[in-house]
């Protein structure tokens, strides 16, 4: 795809090997949920570009048959999300599952009117998580999660909402990274040039409200997380100091985000601490 | 001779399990006639153990490794463990069996403490880089961590290894290149080494994912010109056999006498002065 080619002769750094995050993130996949002892796997599909991806490559790793998209619009939701995750859906011969949270959320709602769309946005995510998880036990199915290396690091995302999932095959490729799998993959084009957005009102997306592009964070993102260049370094990169320091507090100060609550230490073997164990034990 | 290098994919703290997947690999192996059976490193256990390291340790004469030596039959074993000293120190270990019963134990010298690695957090390093007779010539083995100091395989040569044995558990990351970052760099060390130091390399790697962290396998045999003889695929549990040929460590070495030329007297000396100048003693 022209756009994604162009950014990749950009920043060459960011080009993935296709086959090979391909044939290691379904590898990977496949082992993590089996050895779970699950064979299915349930995945929150928004019309956009980084469920898509979860999706296609939860669909080469188990086979269409074991893949469940759910859909979760809002009333306020645009019609074009849901047709573009219809695309996905059809693409990938899975069953799919509609459920419109707008009951539930104008209820809530109704007892504070005055809440903001950040407010409403968070508990949005919230609900679809819940419906994630209560369809994940009944569909005995594992939650697929669909953040990006790019929104996790920038803290672009609700804790508990749609951070929250059983793995994720797609946390560690940045947005860009996300963009070139997906057109490898064989997402629907029309997900893959549209602009990213959360959905929460009407022509919100992810850049304006950002400030920045997705394609310009990545690339300081690399360099200042990956390469751990210094502020001098990165600014004789081009970078400008006040997109640098807005990243940097962004990082940092949506660390809490990324992290497991904090437990007060009073016993000698405190979870997290000095109780350290992988979540694979035993498995 | 012909060795087996057994790429199989452990359950993180599950030695039971482990232990069959041994098994089933042992009778594999001895159907196809290897004469010496590799493992990865920590085989037996899993890898990033973190606390269950305590719980996994064990004696080299436990049970579990007994009989694993008796399944093999003629055949010699490498398998990987975590070793419970008598001092009660533990170590990331690997022993070399023969006949049904321990013949070489190599204690992990180099422990990686570092990104993603917590290795020197739970075992104590090892203090001896050793070669050791077998049936089938003079052997040294290091693991994983240990091939990365050029110092490592350069002490096996010199103390008269053939064949150096190399169980790991290396992890796949950074997917920009045309292959695995990490095993290209694997690859070119053990390619390097077994040219620099006329020595067979055998690179025993496993595969599987824990907590997203994936193996990638790839074992391979490297003979004493530097050419991989045989590498196994990627991401997939495999038995890799290859037929080796000791004579290639003579034509290697008749060919580059580099073990001849060395001068271990200058190498100890000029290490002796460092150490000192290091240390502060002395004049240098």
């Known amino acids: 795809m022209q756009m994604i080619e162009e950014m990749l002769e950009q920043a060459p750094y960011l080009r993935l090997n296709e086959e090979l995050a391909t044939t290691l993130l379904t590898t990977a996949l496949r082992e993590e949920v089996n050895k779970a002892g699950f064979n299915k796997v349930i995945i929150g599909l928004s019309g956009g570009i980084d469920s898509a991806l979860s999706l296609y490559l939860a669909v080469k790793a188990f086979g269409p048959e074991n893949v469940v998209a759910v859909r979760m619009p809002y009333k ?4 074009a999300s849901l047709e573009d995750a219809q695309a996905a859906i059809d693409g990938t011969g899975v069953e799919s599952i509609t459920i ?3 009951p539930q959320i104008d209820a809530y709602f109704e007892q504070f009117p005055e809440a903001t769309p950040l407010r409403r946005g968070n508990k949005m995510a919230r609900e679809r998580m819940t419906i994630l998880y209560d369809l994940s036990a009944a569909y005995d199915a594992l939650v697929v999660g669909t953040s990006n290396r790019t929104e996790i690091l ?5 804790q508990y909402g749609d951070t929250a999932s059983a793995i994720n095959p797609i946390g560690d490729l940045y947005k860009t990274q996300v963009r070139q799998l997906s057109a490898y993959l ?10 990213p957005s959360a959905d929460l009102w009407e022509a919100q997306t992810d850049e304006s409200e950002l400030g920045f592009s997705y394609f310009d964070v990545d690339r300081l993102l690399y360099f200042m997380i990956d390469q751990r260049y210094t502020l001098d370094q990165l600014r004789a990169l081009g970078f400008e100091d006040d997109f640098i320091e807005r990243v940097s507090k962004r990082i940092i100060r949506n660390q809490y985000k990324r992290t497991m609550p904090i437990i007060l230490k009073t016993g000698t073997r405190t979870v997290g601490m000095d109780f350290r164990y992988l979540r694979d034990w035993g498995l | 001779m012909r060795v087996g290098l057994a790429q199989i994919r452990p359950h ?5 399990i482990n232990v069959e997947l041994h098994r089933e690999m042992i009778h594999r192996a001895r159907e196809e006639q290897v004469d010496l059976l590799i493992f990865p490193e920590l085989s037996l256990t899993g890898y990033n153990l973190l606390d269950l390291t305590y719980e996994m340790a064990m004696d080299p004469f436990s049970p579990e490794i007994q009989r694993l030596a008796q399944e093999a039959g003629e055949m010699d074993l ?49 203090q001896v880089i050793r070669s050791f007779p077998t049936r ?25 290894a053939h064949l150096i044995i190399v169980p790991s558990n290396s992890p796949g990351q950074d997917l920009t290149g045309p292959e695995l970052r990490a ?9 390097n080494y077994a040219l620099l130091s006329g020595t067979y390399l055998l690179f025993a790697n496993r595969v599987g994912t824990e907590d997203g962290i994936t193996f990638y396998g790839g074992s391979a045999v490297v003979d004493p010109f530097g050419k991989i003889e045989k590498k196994a695929g990627l991401f997939k549990e495999a038995l890799l056999v290859v037929d080796i040929d000791m004579e290639k460590v003579k034509k290697a070495r008749f060919q580059m006498p580099l073990l001849r030329d060395e001068n271990l007297d200058l190498t100890i000396r000029e290490l002796n002065r460092i150490k000192r100048k290091r240390t502060g003693e002395g004049t240098w």
């Not at chain 2, 993180?12 to 039971?16: K, M, N």
């Not at chain 2, 990987?80 to 190599?106: D, K, Q, R, V, W």
């Not at chain 2, 095993?183 to 390619?191: H, T």
Request: proline share 5%; with cysteine; aromatic share 14%.
């Open chain 2, 136 to 160: 089938f010539g003079q052997f040294g083995m290091l693991i994983c961590e240990d091939f990365w100091h050029l110092s490592a395989p350069y002490l096996l040569a010199q103390d008269g």
């Open chain 2, 183 to 191: 095993q290209e760099s694997w690859y070119s060390l053990l390619k």
């Open chain 1, 186 to 195: 064989n997402v629907p084009e029309q997900i893959i040039t549209k602009a």
């Open chain 1, 76 to 79: 306020t939701s645009s019609p």
């Open chain 1, 154 to 158: 920038l803290g672009y995302g609700t």
């Open chain 2, 78 to 126: 490498v398998i990987g463990f975590i070793e419970h000293s008598p001092e009660h120190i533990l170590y990331n270990s690997a022993a070399y069996l023969t006949a049904g019963n321990l013949h070489y134990l190599h204690r992990k010298v180099y422990l990686p403490t570092y990104g993603m690695f917590d290795e020197g957090r739970y075992v104590g390093q090892g």
């Open chain 2, 12 to 16: 993180l703290g599950r030695v039971d």
């Open chain 1, 100 to 102: 419109d949270i707008t």
